[in-house]
């Protein structure tokens, strides 16, 4: 059944990279079977109420797992996404994230498969009527309860600067080969030209917009001839500044990160990111490098290097890329916008945006490709993701797709403009700025924290009263 959900959700993976695709889906059926054998044991001994609770109590810890960097992170199927399309059901996200929506999931379906197991055991009896009750209050609870929080308390500045998002509608294929950096940054500044005007500040662009084979070094960008038309562009535009992805580079005399590749020949070393940066007509200001990369395609665990080879490249490499630590925002040159930046696979991991948004950014701006997976639900489930985002946060949302959704997002998880797939164009707007900073924001994923803890304290339960038994079998 795992393995059947797995394809019937994400079977788009395929178009982008058939050995990464059929891993995923093992890999990811295998390990969501652990809550379930977990949940067979206990059932052995203790009764529903407490193998119930188990049983929601290991899924909520492997997703938990998975929403943090182990090597395999794929947190794309949490429950709590399935209402990344109705984000007017889970206003409550800016309390709890997505992990309040798995609980939602997995208690109202445990509460259902109660009542009908009741009903076809014994019919309708007074334990069947209270699981009913039950069940509509579960259903009912989260809106009723929370919504009158639902943007209260929130200090909301409209700027008089607006925000333009391009959407280039480049082949993403197209994007890595040769000889065709010259036309793409062309088409790039082209569109941007025609929505940008005397008040726009914020000009976004998509994930590796600039993009040349060998890298861009990221220290000299200005002495790089073929980024000359950018610069002719920001001198043009002096009031604008540029948040755009870039493949890039940096070079070290020595080994001087534990990530740095050696140049063949040289006692220098390299460590490549796929990144982006913030600049204006003066130049770089800052730098920002994929810190949750895609696993396959980005980068592979220690434990699995063997296969690396398995894999195709898409816009990255299984050698890995290297990662930043800090999750510090990026400040445009008017000091009105505090980036919280978002490369692609990023956008779905809701504690990792949020400590962006607690250590001052103002809006997220999400910078994607999405085109590997042709028109496939692939792309229409990550815009969505986003939404989530936006609410948890309460943060406007820029998001920059090469062949699309291009969007901007409300703090409410609302759309605006979005761009159909496979066209180009450039949106634009005035977007709400806010310090407010939610209870998610605060206190991050603490509902996965302590159901982590309690499947802890369950195993060890488990344990102890097997431990147990078995001395009390042999009389020690």
Known sequence: MMFVWNIATTWWIWNASIPGSL????????????????????????????????????????????????????????LGNAFAAKPEWVQWYEFTGVSGGTVWILLSNVLLYSILKEYIQYKRTKKYFGLMIGWFVVLALPNVLLVRFTNENKITSLSGSNVVVVQP??????????????VQIQRLISTSEKAIDTNTALLVWPETALFMPNGIEEDKMKENHFLNPLWVFLQRHPNISL?????????????????????????????????????????????????MLVPGVETLPWFLRFIDKWFEKFGGTTAGYAKQKDRTPLVDSNHLYVIAPAICYES?????????????????????????????????????????????????????????????????????????????????????????????????????????????????????????????????
């Open 169 to 182: 509608n480049i082949d993403p294929y197209e994007k890595v080969s040769d000889g065709t950096f010259d």
């Open 243 to 291: 948040f755009t992805g870039i493949e890039s580079y940096r070079t070290y005399e020595g080994k001087k990160t534990k990530t740095a590749r050696p140049i063949e020949g040289t006692n220098y070393y390299y460590d490549g990111f796929n990144g982006s940066v913030l600049l204006d007509s003066s130049g770089p200001m800052s730098f920002y490098h994929k810190s």
């Open 348 to 476: 779905i991991y809701g504690e990792f945006m949020s400590r962006y948004i607690k250590n001052g950014a103002n809006v997220i701006c999400i910078i994607t490709n999405d085109g590997w997976w042709d028109n496939t639900p692939g792309h229409k489930q990550h815009m969505n993701y986003a939404r989530l985002r936006a609410i948890e946060t309460r943060k406007n949302i820029a998001r920059s797709a090469n062949t699309g959704i291009s969007c901007f997002i409300d703090e409410n998880g609302n759309l605006y403009e979005a761009q159909p797939w496979n066209t180009a164009g450039a949106i634009k707007m005035n977007l709400p700025l806010n310090t407010y900073q939610t209870f998610y924001v605060k206190y991050g994923d603490w509902l996965y924290k302590f159901m982590t803890i309690l499947s802890i304290l369950i195993i060890i339960t488990r344990l102890f009263f097997k431990l147990r038994n078995v001395l009390v079998k042999r009389n020690i």
């Open 23 to 78: 891993a995923a889906f093992f890999a990811n059926s295998l390990l969501m079977c652990f809550p379930w054998v977990g949940y067979h044991v206990i059932k052995r001994k203790w009764d529903d109420g407490l193998s119930y609770t188990s049983l929601i109590a290991f899924w909520m810890c492997f997703e938990y797992i998975h929403l943090n960097d182990w090597g395999l992170s794929w947190p794309w199927l949490t």
